[in-house]
């Protein structure tokens, strides 16, 4: 007698998300590196590890960011079904314009130390903005634009994926610096490190978003220009704001730059994510089609 | 259409001139922002307030923002620029009574003697005769090192640079002095070289 089996009629499942998720594993990268210095701060307030200058642990510190990057994105994206091309090249080229271009443009050109500190709050905005500002913000543009965009660029997400990338390669370059030519205390190096992380990627997102936008979107003639100036305009904004944050009195306390750069970075990051999300349900909408999640 | 693939066709002769537009116009914006960036830099530094000291007679131009200090007797005025690290930036003018037979040299003589009493590790790099508008003077460069008098912050004495610009009006000798750390005192003179040619004594 032969044996049947009734086979289960297969059930239409969810289409699984084909792109690698952005917002979770960034999250999670910015985490790590806030958690891996408040350790510092803690254990260097506590006298558990002496707050003076240590070029290993600064320089494992610095090189933090890359490696939760590689851990939770260039990992990750291996396993997607339609994963992005090129991020690891773009992190590397984006270090590469970093150290090339942009740092002996501002410390023989610009030299902001030497004029900006001093200066009134607007004119701290305004300096920054259009020497050190628009400079990082075009060198990150610049890398994504010449590079991966527009054949890489299939959602808007693919730009602030391709510009976290970047950003991360133009910090790391600047973080390296400042431990080998700075030589800062440990708590002091965490926190900067930390500063300029959170800043770039957050700044650099919103050049991200205005290259997905213009890769997916209907954007003006001048939607590009118009990213570019504002990125830079939120990058001085935030330097303007460090100086009054990071000054008490006659002191200093880097806990004000440290707050301050976090506000910031959430506030930037979430607006965005909230612009994109609104913009891919109005697509969706428009095109009669299905949005998988 | 699936929702995932792009819709923009990139080769579409419109969406390709708008690509073209924005990627010029993105340039054209970075350079123009940074050329406002470099005049706004340049004017920040160049900017100067007037300072007049009438019972002295000495009036120039000193730069803006830098701290002035009148309060001492061995000079007329000292102005600081309370940024510049790892030394302030320094323009200072004093005052010294001479004899009727002095000229700038010997008044320079004076002030090589009595360096290394004032100045740790003072080291005497030229001397030279020059002029400050229609009046003849004496340059003098040297070297000093500048050590932190407080001795519980930990920092590295710093070599410094200066300049004492030697003029003589009547039986007072007019003393114009710039320092500033050896590796800025370059990228700073133009802040004395300009008040070089605003003062009036």
Redesign the interface.
Known sequence: MRDFQLLAPSEEGEEPF??RRVWRPLTIELGVLAAAVLFILFTTRLGILADTYSRSISSGLALLPIAAYWFFSIRRERLAL?PRQGLTAILFLSMVMANGVAVPIMSE???P???????GFF?RI??Y???IG??SE?IK?AVV?YTMW?NR???RLDGIAYSTAAALGFATVLNMRLVFYDELTLSSAAVNILTNIYIHIAIGAVIGYFLGE???GN?S?????TG??VA?ILSGIHFAFRGIAISSGLGSRTIGGLFLVIGISAAVLGILSFIIESADAR??DK?G????R | ????????D?SEPQVAR??N???G??I???LA??G???I??SS??NATVPYEDEENGIRGQIPL?WLLDESQQDYVFRAE???A?PFKTLIQVSLLTVGPDANPRSVVDLLVVQGPNRLPGYHVQSVSETSLGEDDAVEIQYSFVQSDPNPFLQSVPVVVQGVDLVVLRGNQAVILTYRDAAENFD?NRPYFDRFLQTVEY
């Open positions: 084909p792109y339609e050109l610009f030299t130390e030497r004029w900006l500190p001093g200066a004119n305004l300096g903005a259009f020497t628009i400079l075009f543009y634009r527009p660029f299939r959602i213009f890769a997916v954007t003639a001048v939607w590009l220009p570019l100036v830079a697509m969706a095109l089609v299905r949005r998988i | 259409m699936s929702y995932f693939e792009n819709p923009k990139f708008r690509i537009i924005n990627s116009l993105a054209m914006v970075t922002l940074m406002l960036g470099m706004f830099r920040i530094l923002n620029n309370p940024n690290r990228d």
